[in-house]
């Protein structure tokens, strides 16, 4: 239980420091500015500069004057759009045998027809022999990175499957994902045979979308990256890198630190337009097949309440190289959000279709220690877990 009277000071505290974090991040949008429209005019020496002192952190790799932008074109009608979400039970170590589920939807519109939409779901039980049949390397336990990976590359299975079911001859497509195409978080496992293998599956589908000219996009919301305010850090010398001394560029404060990447494009794109298109510099990337390495752009989305948010769209290589199909993903995405005021209906939809609700997971609960016991097992749940579903107080 929560005992709100016990935060009513803390709360006065928070708002003071988020007033002055505002008051900091006015100036720090002004100064970002500055430096963007300073690198703009001389983004290729910018560039070398960067690839010459390699900084540690991430910075993002300039193919274009960084403060392009370009207004929404027309959507293609009539579009098939479709798009994958997941969801999950993650292993429980109150609960004996070890396993875990995952399900993941499908999601298909055909836009300008009247044609049926694709909509269902597909759940998975995974357990350890399931697992050792899939991954050379035998992992010690299963925990919520490997989970999550394999979700990820569930969906990213199935929206593969939905787009080849779904594509018409003629008909222009765009495939949807939720969520980053960069497998960053698969570093970490500390088993790296099964970071390799799970991030060469997961390539493997990237790479097949291509073989079939299938469109695919994902679709951050309110990203906290910071590598084109990284960039713009290294020029103005705040990294661990020197800066050339031609980049000095006024004013010389504040710091940039603590700065995202929306906020400044947040200031710099007006409703509907995207930024340039940047490639990922993230360490990972080396792993990926040449032409699916991960690029992305800032898009500005209006709602209909009249407030904006920013969005990074990530797409492959092969896709940011082609301006027809970065088209057709900007009007898309665009048009998709003014559907789900401010957020793609394709991914609304299949996030509804793809979660585990609290009565479902504890019907699924209920079935398999049915089904154990009539097998003759004995399913265990701890007495923790036993107390929590019947509080008696």
């Given at each position: 239980?929560?005992?709100?009277?016990?935060?009513?000071?803390?709360?006065?505290?928070?708002?003071?420091?988020?007033?002055?974090?505002?008051?900091?991040?006015?100036?720090?949008?002004?100064?970002?500015?500055?430096?963007?429209?300073?690198?703009?005019?001389?983004?290729?020496?910018?560039?070398?500069?960067?690839?010459?002192?390699?900084?540690?952190?991430?910075?993002?790799?300039?193919?274009?004057?960084?403060?392009?932008t370009t207004d929404a074109p027309a959507r293609p009608t009539p579009i098939t759009v479709v798009a994958t979400d997941g969801s999950?039970?993650?292993?429980?170590?109150?609960?004996?045998?070890?396993f875990f589920l995952l399900n993941v939807s499908r999601v298909g519109f055909q836009y300008g027809t009247q044609e049926e939409p694709?909509?269902?779901?597909?759940?998975?039980?995974?357990?350890?022999?399931?697992?050792?049949?899939?991954?050379?390397?035998?992992?010690?336990?299963?925990?919520?990175?490997?989970?999550?990976?394999?979700?990820?590359?569930?969906?990213?299975?199935?929206?593969?499957?939905?787009?080849?079911?779904?594509?018409?001859?003629?008909?222009?497509?765009?495939?949807?994902?939720?969520?980053?195409?960069?497998?960053?978080?698969?570093?970490?496992?500390?088993?790296?045979?099964?970071?390799?293998?799970?991030?060469?599956?997961?390539?493997?589908?990237?790479?097949?979308?291509?073989?079939?000219?299938?469109?695919?996009?994902?679709?951050?919301?309110?990203?906290?990256?910071?590598?084109?305010?990284?960039?713009?850090?290294?020029?103005?010398?705040?990294?661990?890198?020197?800066?050339?001394?031609?980049?000095?560029?006024?004013?010389?404060?504040?710091?940039?630190?603590?700065?995202?990447?929306?906020?400044?494009?947040?200031?710099?794109?007006?409703?509907?337009?995207?930024?340039?298109?940047?490639?990922?510099?993230?360490?990972?990337?080396?792993?990926?097949?040449?032409?699916?390495?991960?690029?992305?752009?800032?898009?500005?989305?209006?709602?209909?309440?009249?407030?904006?948010?920013?969005?990074?769209?990530?797409?492959?290589?092969?896709?940011?190289?082609?301006?027809?199909?970065?088209?057709?993903?900007?009007?898309?995405?665009l048009r998709d959000c003014e559907k789900g005021d401010g957020y793609p209906l394709a991914l609304s939809e299949a996030h509804e279709?793809?979660?585990?609700?609290?009565?479902?997971?504890?019907?699924?609960?209920?079935?398999?220690?049915?089904?154990?016991?009539?097998?003759?097992?004995?399913?265990?749940?701890?007495?923790?877990?036993?107390?929590?579903?019947?509080?008696?107080?």
């Open positions: 239980m929560l005992d709100i009277s016990q935060l009513r000071a803390q709360l006065d505290e928070f708002q003071d420091y988020e007033a002055s974090v505002r008051d900091r991040r006015v100036e720090q949008r002004r100064r970002a500015r500055a430096v963007l429209a300073s690198c703009d005019e001389q983004w290729p020496k910018v560039q070398a500069a960067v690839e010459e002192a390699q900084p540690r952190r991430l910075v993002a790799a300039l193919q274009e004057a960084p403060r392009t999950q039970i993650y292993p429980d170590r109150h609960v004996d045998p070890t694709l909509l269902d779901s597909v759940p998975r039980l995974r357990f350890e022999d399931d697992l050792r049949d899939h991954i050379d390397a035998v992992l010690g336990s299963m925990t919520t990175e490997l989970v999550s990976a394999l979700r990820d590359e569930m969906e990213l299975e199935h929206l593969l499957a939905a787009a080849q079911e779904e594509k018409i001859d003629g008909r222009p497509l765009v495939a949807l994902a939720d969520g980053t195409l960069i497998r960053w978080m698969i570093r970490g496992m500390n088993n790296e045979a099964a970071e390799d293998a799970l991030i060469a599956r997961y390539t493997d589908y990237l790479q097949s979308f291509r073989a079939a000219a299938l469109p695919l996009a994902s679709y951050v919301s309110m990203p906290a990256t910071t590598e084109v305010v990284n960039l713009l850090r290294f020029m103005v010398g705040e990294l661990d890198v020197a800066s050339p001394d031609a980049f000095a560029v006024s004013p010389s404060k504040p710091s940039l630190e603590g700065l995202l990447d929306r906020h400044v494009f947040d200031s710099v794109l007006a409703p509907g337009q995207r930024s340039a298109t940047f490639g990922s510099t993230s360490h990972i990337q080396r792993a990926y097949p040449e032409g699916s390495e991960v690029c992305y752009f800032y898009l500005k989305v209006p709602s209909t309440s009249g407030t904006t948010e920013m969005a990074r769209v990530e797409v492959p290589r092969w896709v940011a190289d082609e301006r027809s199909l970065l088209d057709r993903i900007h009007a898309t995405v279709r793809a979660v585990i609700r609290a009565s479902e997971r504890e019907a699924f609960f209920r079935l398999m220690e049915r089904r154990l016991r009539r097998a003759g097992l004995s399913p265990t749940n701890s007495r923790k877990r036993r107390s929590k579903q019947a509080p008696r107080v």
